[in-house]
């Protein structure tokens, strides 16, 4: 077995030559033993061993971790194989209908260039640290540069945050809304758009059961929140409506179909508490006040 991302957050399980969540009958038979077994990467892949059977040695982790999208697999119990770039010099057969041969802009052939990270540990070591490895290389931060119209101050430094973030949640928008101002309404309050991950911990201690509780009041500098609305992924439509027209398949079973409920509360306080669901993205708008 093997694990490969999911979408470049969490892993999955793979079985060599088995699937093991399709429910068909009769049993299947993988008959493409090589392409059969290689999945999409977009940033890791990783191999879990065993501990001694005595405990005298602890169990051994081997994860490579990548800068891009490649195709990945381990086609023999110990070793990991990554295609970076695939070229075939004939039609394969398969569907395309002509040989994948990039020439690339010098007429030579495709160069492609990537950066590949290798970790070998203790398997508890590699699990606890795997979500922020996993985003090192794929989703680092973005440096930029404008113009000042005074000098900076002699610190150097400065946080949009008051306060830190907490491991497992992850910032990943932060967002001047609507991104039209021409198009906002003049009696539009000041608003952001933001989006918080709760990632999955992958050291195999027990998941946490209740929605992850973050108070955004004072969470920015120079601002206080004073309104919250939760929105769909791409921030077009409020969460509720998008559920409530929410499409049911006929193959759906309503038992298994099971989707994540962020949500947030208005305290008597006046403070705005959002519910960061265990492996979502969740999105909303806040509206703010200068403080």
Do not use: C
Request: zero cysteines; proline letters at 7%; charged letters at 20%.
């Amino acid at each position: 077995e093997f694990f490969t991302d999911s979408s470049g957050r969490r892993l999955i399980r793979r079985l060599r030559n088995q699937r093991p969540d399709w429910n068909v009958s009769p049993t299947f038979v993988e008959t493409q033993p090589v392409a059969g077994n290689y999945y999409p990467i977009i940033n890791r892949i990783m191999l879990k061993g065993s501990a001694a059977t005595d405990n005298s040695v602890p169990a051994m982790g081997f994860a490579v971790y990548t800068d891009r999208a490649q195709g990945a697999s381990s086609l023999h119990d110990g070793q990991i194989e990554i295609m970076l770039h695939r070229r075939l010099v004939r039609d394969d057969g398969y569907g395309v209908g002509e040989p994948l041969m990039e020439q690339g802009s010098d007429s030579k052939g495709l160069i492609v260039r990537g950066r590949h990270h290798l970790r070998l540990d203790e398997l508890a070591i590699i699990e606890k640290e795997d979500p922020v490895a996993s985003r090192l290389l794929t989703r680092t931060p973005v440096v930029t540069f404008a113009p000042v119209k005074q000098p900076p101050s002699s610190s150097g430094e400065w946080n949009a945050l008051n306060i830190s973030l907490p491991a497992q949640l992850h910032l990943l928008s932060l967002v001047a809304w609507p991104l039209l101002r021409s198009t906002a309404r003049r009696t539009a309050s000041d608003q952001l758009l933001v989006r918080f991950e709760h990632l999955i911990p992958e050291n195999g201690l027990p998941l946490p059961s209740e929605p992850y509780q973050l108070d955004v009041t004072y969470l920015f500098k120079g601002i206080r929140i004073i309104g919250a609305k939760e929105y769909t992924l791409t921030a077009d439509q409020e969460k509720e409506v998008a559920e409530a027209q929410r499409l049911r398949w006929p193959t759906e079973n309503p038992n298994e179909a099971v989707w994540s409920h962020g949500h947030y509360v208005v305290q008597a306080t006046d403070d705005i508490i959002l519910f960061l669901p265990l492996g979502s993205i969740s999105t909303f708008i806040l509206d703010y006040e200068h403080a």
